[in-house]
């Protein structure tokens, strides 16, 4: 096992975690929270191949970020 899994894994796992259980209960921390476990699957793919590694960060960053702003527009509408 590389360094980059290793480092990979404790992001993806740490990121979760504080993305779950953000201590300010704003949607700007858990937007920014919602970064720290991509870059750690950006890790794991890393340390297989490049390209895969690229192409999963940018799928996962855009489509979270997508969902997660729909998510903070529909609350502020309804409330």
Same mark, same amino acid.
């Given at each position: 096992?590389?360094? &980059?899994?290793?480092?990979?894994?404790?992001?993806?796992? !740490? !990121? =979760?975690?504080?993305? *779950?259980? $953000? /201590?300010? %209960? =704003?949607?700007?921390? %858990?937007?920014?929270?919602? &970064?720290? $476990?991509?870059? @750690?699957?950006?890790? #794991?793919? #890393?340390?297989?191949? &490049? *390209?895969?590694?690229?192409?999963?960060? @940018? @799928? +996962? =960053? *855009?489509?979270? /970020?997508?969902?997660? +702003? %729909? /998510?903070?527009?529909?609350? &502020?509408?309804? @409330?």
């Amino acid at each position: 096992m590389n360094p &980059e899994f290793i480092l990979g894994l404790i992001l993806l796992l !740490g !990121g =979760t975690i504080a993305s *779950a259980f $953000p /201590v300010p %209960r =704003t949607y700007l921390n %858990r937007l920014i929270n919602l &970064e720290i $476990p991509a870059w @750690g699957l950006l890790l #794991l793919m #890393l340390s297989y191949n &490049e *390209a895969l590694a690229l192409l999963t960060f @940018g @799928g +996962v =960053t *855009a489509l979270s /970020v997508y969902i997660f +702003v %729909r /998510v903070i527009q529909k609350k &502020e509408a309804s @409330g």
